[in-house]
């Protein structure tokens, strides 16, 4: 391995100290059953769709795609979440988001809840959920909004905190077009919060580098 992605590689085993297992909330299931309704209204996947989970937790969005018959697997880092995912029957690897493990153009429905704001280089990361999604296929991406009364930027292990605009930009430049989008606004203790939802599906003659 060439001497500069050694120190990546060094890196990003560093900042994996950094993980911790997210627990389980009405709240956050709430959002997840709520966009996934919106989601389907949008797009009508079929039974048997495949669905990649990226940074599946313990498996709150795996057990939707499940209810509807869609054939969907997910992908997580931390021992604590892979244990509670498979204990629940969910099929999950471990695998990180930025370097999947997957064939060109498995999935019908790559979805990315609350993962990329945890990327050191979104861009990339972005353009490998691309490479993994067929032409056509649906992308959900939900993120947190910066500079809230939450400063999701302060997290530990939040390292892409991005402007709605970048978002967008990076998105266009992976072969994502934008179909919806919504604003999830919450009242904390703290003060108001926003995440920032985005619909997209997968060009069929994309500009990204993703399917070179």
């Keep these: 391995m060439p001497r500069d992605y050694q120190r990546l590689d060094r890196f990003l085993d560093e900042i994996g100290a950094d993980i911790y297992p997210e627990p389980d909330t009405d709240f956050h299931s709430g959002i997840s059953r709520e966009m996934f309704e919106r ?8 039974e048997g769709a495949r669905v990649l989970d990226v940074g599946c937790g313990s498996g709150v969005a795996l057990d939707l795609f499940y209810g509807r018959r869609l054939d969907a697997i997910g992908v997580t880092l931390g021992e604590a979440d892979l244990a509670a ?7 999950v690897e471990a695998m990180d988001q930025s370097f999947l493990d997957f ?7 790559v979805w ?18 691309s490479r993994v999604l067929k032409p056509g296929g649906v992308f959900y991406m939900e993120v947190p909004a910066p500079e809230t009364s939450a400063h999701h930027e302060r997290n530990k292990n939040h390292y892409s905190v991005l402007g709605r605009g970048a978002w967008l930009e990076l998105l266009a430049r992976s072969g994502f077009s934008v179909v919806d989008a919504v604003d999830i606004n919450l009242t904390l203790v703290s003060g ?3 995440y920032w939802v985005f619909f997209c599906r997968k060009e069929i003659h994309p500009r990204s580098r993703a399917d070179a």
């Design 39 to 46: 989601l389907m209204g949008l797009f009508a996947l079929p």
């Design 85 to 91: 995912a498979r204990t629940r029957g969910f099929v």
């Design 103 to 109: 064939p060109r153009q498995s999935f019908d429905l």
């Design 112 to 129: 990315a809840r609350h993962v990329l704001e945890h990327s050191v280089f979104p861009f990339y990361t972005l353009s490998e959920m």
């Design 192 to 194: 108001s919060d926003t």
